[in-house]
């Protein structure tokens, strides 16, 4: 993944695509500081964390955006969106989620709101970087409402 995102970054700076340069450039950046912060070379899986987390902020960012009526500052946020889902593995759709989030409550079979951890805990490896967490954790709590 580390490889890609260098040879990305060569491709972009051979093509002169600054959109692209730049949020690889950031990529790269926030990744060599997470390596500092752990002192190891982070896995595959680490950088996808990392290029979620900036996803993540993006989409925070684009709210923002809203409230204040940047429609520039919206569809450059986008672009830089589009950009970073190229390194993120494919994303499951709401059905698949569902199965997954099914499996879990009969596997760990909860019985209040309280066994919200177990079941975050146990479906975290395995949709992390293919979910958005935050609407996994809004389906288990509404699931975990109406027990």
Do not use: W
Not at 13 to 22: F, G, I, T, V, W
Not at 96 to 104: F, G, R, T, V
Not at 110 to 139: E, F, Y
């Amino acid at each position: 993944m580390k490889e890609r995102i260098l040879n990305d970054l060569k491709e972009a700076m051979k093509n002169q695509d600054k959109e692209r340069l730049s949020v690889i450039r950031m990529v790269k950046g926030a990744i060599q500081m997470e390596e500092l912060n752990v002192k190891h070379e982070l896995t595959d899986d680490e950088i996808i964390g990392i290029v979620a987390k900036q996803i993540k902020t993006r989409k925070e960012s684009i709210s923002e955006f809203e409230k204040g009526n940047r429609t520039d500052l919206i569809k450059k946020t986008e672009l830089e969106i589009e950009i970073l889902n190229d390194y993120m593995p494919e994303q499951l759709s709401e059905k698949e989620i569902l199965m997954e989030i099914d499996k879990a409550f009969a596997l760990i079979q909860p019985t209040a709101v309280s066994d919200m951890g177990k079941l975050m805990g146990h479906l975290t490896p395995i949709l992390k970087g293919r979910a958005d967490m935050g609407n996994v954790s809004k389906i288990i709590r509404e699931k975990l409402a109406s027990l």
